[in-house]
């Protein structure tokens, strides 16, 4: 699809990245198929496959019945019979009845067929709070796929990341789980490559170098991190890593950073017990443990049900947070 | 050996009231009296004020997304005054606000959540009703199980429960409905077919002709009637309720209306339907329909549509007055409710700090009380 002049002048924002994506892997792949709720006709309810349906008709981009598990499990049946089926679940509190078909089989086929029987298929599902948004469309459940084995999962936070990582998303020959954060739908725009590019799944990348503390984050929280580092004075160093593939973990980039800092802050939206940060700071613990120089600090959302949004922000990390726990963490 | 027919089935659609206000006697005896009609005709004028000035405050920025009930407003007086207020349960999805206000819900309630408030869900003592549900189709397994319950403890006692057209593609739909048939349960599925599960017509979300006949298939009575018919949903709802008190098991209503507005305040219906289709549908307005059949019968009069029009718009203005005067709720509330008691150890750490980090939560632990001081 050629870009708009806005994406031209002033670059792409997450939802066009990921747009573009799907349509050069449409364009490239005839066995890709986009299935799910309003993804043909109306583009989806954040226009991620807008125009879509119209350059590669009905056929390819599907309106499907209102049915997760149905989704779920028609595209395992696609991805079983040679096809590279693109599902998207409207939001990530509608994951639940699709999870029967995603944990109990999409995860399990290569193993339990012992190769025989594969399911290459990308899950986009966006993700996260801070929106505004009624009950539901706010929650952070991936580490609830990561859990899982069998399935990767991934999720950007930039456009040039969204773009790279979905495409090699869509080629991956298992299942993948791509999160979108909602919140940087439209948060901003970058310059990126218009001809097709991958990132490999499971690379993390360094947002800015550091010296003296680590901090990881993925998904919408990175901002909030870049906003906690502006706001820190200038003699504290912090290297702050994108995790960018939550599942499988960038395990010697997150180590390679500890080692040098000895001091780490983990920061995420989902609830703090047994989310991702928790795995970090054992990975962490267990890899560095004689380079450390603090206790790791997790700075997450509260191990409670995701509040409506009058009280949201309240819930979800943000820059005084993040200050605090760095500011504690560097004086230890 | 000849082919044998093992199953014959029909599907009945009940109209009382055509779309020129005209009512068919024979099928109206016994249905609603003129000031229940008039009684409900207010309501629904209230209701859609109240739709209107939430759409406003959305696009002002003082609401979150709202779904517009407007065109749907019979649906939910009919089935809504049906079912006994303090006796029988509704268990709702997001779009028959009137059926739950008739049954005691305080109408600022309904702004409260869309203002993404808990406390808009935390339903007042008495009034038998579930909160709004969000994910499509699955509160239909409660409905079934609420009213498992009542037939548990003998009790005369109906659930009613709502959803759309959309939902009827959800595995829990199906569910539900072989459940409560196989328990025969006194459960009432009312489906409020509005045509479109936001972009998606009925037509592409089913190859059924009617979702009446999905209940043939549980052995469930089933009818469709014209959902924007006060006098059809009504006598339609009487009966299935009525039935199921009796301990006639559970029944299925097609309530064929129309989703007037768009989706939800996020969505612009205008990208994927036909206007043309929306007018047509916006000449079978339940509310034009009902004030002819008024007008045809001397109960109403433009001088009680104006007085009508300035108490709706008053009513409104006070509810709205009440949800936006209700103060943000404490941080406290995001734990309080998440068990019943005291709370494990780490959340009250997290509530009392409104940290995660272990040295934000305990900084007497290493000493550590003030921010260390800039260099």
Redesign the interface.
Same mark, same amino acid.
């Given at each position: 699809m050629p870009r708009s002049e806005m994406m031209i002048e002033k670059g792409l924002t997450l939802v066009d990245a990921i747009n573009e994506a799907l349509y050069q892997e449409m364009e490239r792949d005839d066995r890709v198929v986009i299935l799910g709720?309003?993804v =043909?006709?109306? %583009?989806g309810?954040f226009r991620v496959t807008d125009g879509l349906q119209k350059r590669f008709g009905p056929d390819r981009v599907v309106?499907t019945?209102?049915?997760?598990?149905?989704i779920m499990g028609t595209a395992i049946g696609l991805a079983m019979a040679g096809m590279r089926p693109v599902p998207e679940i409207q939001f990530e =509190?509608?994951l %639940?009845?699709a999870f029967d078909q995603l944990v109990n089989h999409a995860a399990r086929y290569r193993t339990r067929s012992r190769g025989a029987i594969t399911v290459p298929m990308t899950v986009r599902v966006p993700v996260g709070g801070g929106i505004?948004?009624?009950?539901?469309?706010s929650d952070s459940p991936e580490a609830i796929y990561a859990h899982q084995p069998g399935l990767k999962v991934v999720m950007p936070s930039t456009p040039y990341d969204a773009k790279g990582l979905l495409t090699s998303a869509i080629r991956d020959p298992d299942p993948v789980i791509f999160f979108e954060p909602k919140r940087v739908y439209r948060s901003f725009r970058e310059h990126i490559p218009e001809e097709e590019y991958t990132i490999p799944i499971g690379q993390a990348k360094v947002v800015s170098e550091g010296s003296d503390i680590t901090m990881i984050s993925w998904g919408a929280t990175v901002f909030q991190c870049l906003e906690a580092l502006d706001q820190l004075?200038?003699?504290v160093s912090v290297e702050l890593i994108d995790l960018r593939t939550i599942d499988p973990i960038d395990e010697d980039a997150i180590c390679q950073s500890a080692e040098k800092t000895g001091r780490v802050?983990i920061v995420h939206e989902a609830p703090?017990?047994c989310g991702l940060g928790a795995e970090l700071a054992t990975i962490i613990q267990e890899r560095c443990f004689l380079h450390l120089e603090?206790?790791v600090?997790?700075?997450?959302?509260?191990?409670?049900?995701m509040?409506?949004?009058?009280?949201?922000l309240?819930?979800l990390?943000d820059a005084a947070?993040i200050v605090?726990?760095l500011?504690?963490?560097?004086?230890? | 050996m000849p082919i044998k027919t093992v199953y014959n089935a029909q599907i009945e659609h009940l109209q009382i009231l055509d779309e020129t206000g005209k009512l068919d006697d024979k099928l109206a005896k016994d249905t609603l009296t003129d000031e229940q009609v008039s009684y409900l005709y207010e309501q629904m004028t209230v209701c859609r004020q109240l739709d209107e000035v939430a759409f406003r405050l959305q696009r002002s920025g003082r609401m979150g997304t709202y779904p517009q009930n407007k065109g749907q407003e019979a649906a939910a007086a009919g089935s809504g005054f049906a079912a006994k207020k303090g006796v029988d349960f509704l268990v709702p999805c997001y779009r028959e606000n009137l059926a739950l206000f008739l049954h005691g819900l305080p109408m600022h309630y309904v702004l409260l959540h869309w203002m993404g408030d808990e406390r808009g869900n935390q339903i007042p003592e008495g009034v038998n009703i579930t909160p709004i549900s969000i994910p499509i189709g699955t509160q239909m397994l409660h409905a079934t199980g609420i009213a498992w319950a009542f037939k548990l403890r003998k009790e005369p006692r109906v659930a009613v429960t709502y959803f759309g057209d959309g939902a009827t593609s959800e595995g829990d739909f199906h569910e539900a409905m072989n459940f409560a048939s196989v328990l025969q349960v006194p459960c009432v599925f009312f489906c409020q077919n509005n045509h479109w599960a936001i972009s998606v017509p009925r037509e592409i979300q089913m190859n059924s002709e009617t979702v009446a006949q999905k209940a043939i298939a549980y052995g469930m009575p089933t009818i469709q009637v014209d959902g924007n018919d006060l006098f059809a949903v009504y006598k339609a709802s009487r009966d299935a309720i009525e039935r199921a008190r009796s301990g006639g098991g559970p029944s299925f209503i097609e309530a064929v209306t129309y989703r007037l507005g768009d989706h939800t305040t996020a969505d612009d219906a205008r990208r994927y339907r036909d206007q043309k289709e929306v007018e047509m549908w916006a000449a079978r307005d339940p509310l034009v329909r009902l004030r002819k059949y008024l007008e045809k019968k001397d109960l109403w009069s433009e001088d009680r549509q104006k007085r009508l029009e300035e108490r709706a718009k008053a009513i409104v203005q006070e509810v709205v007055k009440t949800a936006e005067g209700i103060e943000k709720p404490a941080t406290d509330d995001i734990f309080d409710y998440t068990f019943a008691g005291e709370l494990p150890a780490e959340l009250q750490r997290q509530k009392a700090t409104m940290r995660t980090s272990s040295l934000g939560q305990r900084p007497e632990q290493v000493g550590l009380h003030a921010v260390p001081e800039r260099a």
């Open positions: 709720e309003d =043909g006709l109306n %583009g309810v309106d019945p209102l049915a997760e598990s149905g =509190g509608f %639940g009845p505004h948004a009624p009950e539901l469309h004075p200038e003699d802050v703090k017990t603090a206790p600090q997790r700075v997450c959302g509260f191990d409670t049900v509040p409506y949004y009058k009280l949201e309240e819930y990390p947070r605090e726990a500011q504690q963490v560097a004086a230890y | -």
